[in-house]
């Protein structure tokens, strides 16, 4: 250990043998950072089910009318910007995709809401990964493909040969997929062909959900932009996309606005909580801070002694906080399945600035108290 | 002679408030600390003697005059220096200890040492070797609460010595002390602290405890108004 170490093991022990006040402390940061982990994680998880589809499909550009504001709401396109998109120059290939929803009959007679994905009969592009039967089956009469996630019991844990009712169309399960993340509604996801799509499920006058294009090469990305949108419509890469969605879920609806409120409030109480017990901690001790002024501790030292005190105990808070909101996710999603939250390092990073600005604030207060103690009026009593 | 000076304090004069409110605490104050001898400074409550050890020793900043504590005139430094010269140079006892309550017995008289970064380990080894100095090395791992008044000086004599000063300074040291404790503190600090390197300055107004001196300077309205040597006054204190 270097030698300064010293005094901020005085501090360390000053702070952490004030049990009281110490465990106020930390209480107070780790249920902030506990509310702030748990609502960002809620959030983030949201937002990843909400572009869920956007990554399954996983095309690298999106073509969709400029009103689409998340995956399931897709407004339907003249067929005429499928055969446009495929003669603009940088354009590898595009084929349609059918995005849309159908209701399924179960053997019990009751209903059930389901996503339908319609691939390019050409190339199936944007396919799932199989984990039974073969892709190339769905080309077979009647023929879906059932996706294994959290919503796959709804319809009854269909296996291959299965066969239900789809808007009065019969339906046979030839293949169980998975994919990637799961979507935000909470309903199951069949992939078929666009063609049997389209002609299973009354739509209006336009059928095609999005384009997908594949560009030849990066470079060409802007430029398919541009004549895309001189045809009135909105081409975006995979991240514009999920941005976009985001910005929704995060602007546009209730959601995002209260989970931010939530957040913030989170932080607010973490804050005043713990700056009033640090700024009281400090008072409780201006005597003592102002003996070791007294005994020759420069300004400088008795800065550092309380950035410690302060930096240390929101670090063990944060540490208690994230572990807390981890367990906390880890029991939910055993207990829920299809639970959406999700830690991200952008969470973790976020707290932990928010953690810091805690830190910074509580002992920039303390830090002007002692600065401001003259040795004199502890030498007077 | 000049080299038997330790501090030279001129002409000090420091006021408090401003205008009407003002009150002027040390008047035109002049006296010499000589290496070796124990100096009290003696007189009535509010009559200076706080304000003008906290002159004299780096804490508090004159209006008027100077103050050289060997060789060096104290008042032109910088904060930072004046905190070496406080940590290196002067031990105080304060009036009312202040001792740190959620620190053991050890780690307050460490204080000092630590704050002159020397390790952890060396720092709680040479603050035991005080605490045994000052008899109290079985309460090394006590909190102070837990100590008597008498042993709780005596922590913060040893918290006072641990740095080596070569001036002490103690407050109204015997104040909350019974007779017997005051004199024996004082006694020990007198046989075992002093050498003729050190010099130690004693505010009191315990006149028990006056035989310990080699001058007793008095001082009454901001000002000095005579000096006693303290032996002549401890006679007389017996008759
Ligand atoms: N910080 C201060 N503000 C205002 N007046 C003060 C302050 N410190 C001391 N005084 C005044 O200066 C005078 C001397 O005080 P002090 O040095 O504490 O006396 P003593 O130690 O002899 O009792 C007193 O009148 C006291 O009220
Ligand atoms: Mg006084």
New binding site residues.
């Given amino acids: 250990m270097k030698p300064v170490s010293g005094i901020y093991r005085v501090a360390l022990k000053l702070l952490m043998n004030d049990k009281s006040k110490f465990t106020a402390l930390l209480v107070g940061i780790t249920f902030a950072v506990f509310l702030m982990v748990m609502m960002m994680s809620m959030f983030s998880g949201i937002l990843a089910r909400s572009c869920a589809p956007v990554y399954n499909i996983g095309a690298k550009i999106w073509v969709m009318d400029p009103a689409v504001n998340n995956t399931n709401s897709s407004i339907p396109m003249p067929d005429y910007i499928l055969s446009a998109s495929r003669s603009i120059p940088g354009v590898k290939y595009a084929v349609p995709l059918y995005f849309g929803s159908a209701l399924i009959k179960l053997k019990d007679g009751t209903y059930q809401a389901a996503t339908v994905v319609g691939l390019d009969d050409a190339t199936l592009f944007g396919r799932p990964e199989m984990l039974e039967g073969r892709i190339e089956d769905v080309f077979a009469e009647n023929a879906f493909v059932v996706v294994k996630d959290a919503e796959y019991a709804k319809l009854e844990s269909p296996k291959i040969g299965t066969e239900f009712e789809i808007n009065d169309n019969r339906g046979t399960v030839v293949g169980i997929a998975k994919v990637a993340s799961s979507g935000l509604f909470g309903i199951p996801t069949l992939y078929t062909t666009y063609n049997r799509a389209i002609t299973y499920i009354p739509s209006a006058r336009f059928t095609t959900s999005y384009v997908l294009i594949e560009p030849k090469s990066e470079a060409d990305v802007p430029g398919i932009q541009k004549a895309i949108a001189k045809l009135g419509y909105e081409a975006l890469t995979r991240d514009q996309f999920v941005k976009k969605v985001a910005n929704f879920y995060t602007f546009k609806t209730g959601v995002g606005m209260n989970i931010m409120l939530m957040t913030a409030i989170s932080f607010v109480v973490g804050l005043s909580i713990s700056g009033q017990t640090f700024y009281t901690f400090i008072l409780e001790n201006i005597g003592k801070f102002g003996a070791m002024k007294a005994i020759g501790a420069k300004g400088n030292e008795l800065i550092s002694m309380i950035l410690v005190q302060a930096v240390v105990t929101s670090l063990i808070g944060y540490g208690f906080g994230v572990g807390a909101a981890s367990t906390f996710m880890i029991i939910a999603k055993w207990r829920v399945p299809g639970y959406a939250a999700q830690l991200t390092y952008q969470t973790l990073g976020l707290a932990l600035v928010m953690v810091m600005i805690i830190a910074a604030v509580s002992s920039y207060i303390g830090v002007r108290k002692v600065l401001q103690i003259?040795p004199?009026?502890i030498f007077?009593g | 002679m000049g080299g038997s000076v330790i501090i030279k304090a001129s002409n000090l004069v420091?006021w408090?408030?401003e205008g009407e409110a003002r009150?002027v605490?040390?008047k035109q104050v002049s006296f010499e600390v000589q290496y070796g001898e124990i100096l009290y400074i003696v007189?009535?409550?509010?009559?200076?003697?706080?304000?003008?050890?906290?002159m004299i020793s780096g804490i508090l900043r004159p209006n008027e005059g100077s103050v050289v504590v060997e060789d060096q005139d104290i008042w032109k430094m910088n904060d930072d220096e004046l905190a070496d010269l406080r940590l290196n140079k002067i031990g105080f006892v304060f009036q009312d200890y202040h001792l740190f309550p959620r620190l053991t017995t050890v780690e307050n008289v460490a204080i000092p040492l630590i704050l002159k970064k020397m390790e952890w380990n060396a720092a709680m080894k040479l603050a035991r070797d005080y605490l045994d100095i000052v008899g109290l090395k079985d309460r090394a791992d006590l909190q102070p609460v837990k100590l008597s008044g008498g042993e709780q000086q005596r922590v913060a004599i040893a918290r006072a010595i641990a740095g080596q000063p070569d001036i002490l300074i103690f407050?109204e040291p015997t104040a909350s002390l019974d007779g017997d404790t005051g004199r024996k503190i004082v006694e020990f600090v007198k046989t075992n602290i002093l050498n003729e390197k050190r010099a130690i300055i004693i505010?009191t107004h315990d006149s028990r405890i006056y035989e310990y001196a080699d001058r007793i300077m008095k001082?009454e309205d901001?000002k000095i108004v005579g000096y006693e040597s303290g032996y002549e006054n401890s006679q007389q204190h017996e008759k």
Avoid: E
């Fill in positions: 003259q004199f009026d007077r | 420091k408090f408030g009150t605490a040390v007189g009535p409550s509010g009559s200076g003697k706080t304000t003008l050890l906290s407050d505010v001082m901001g």
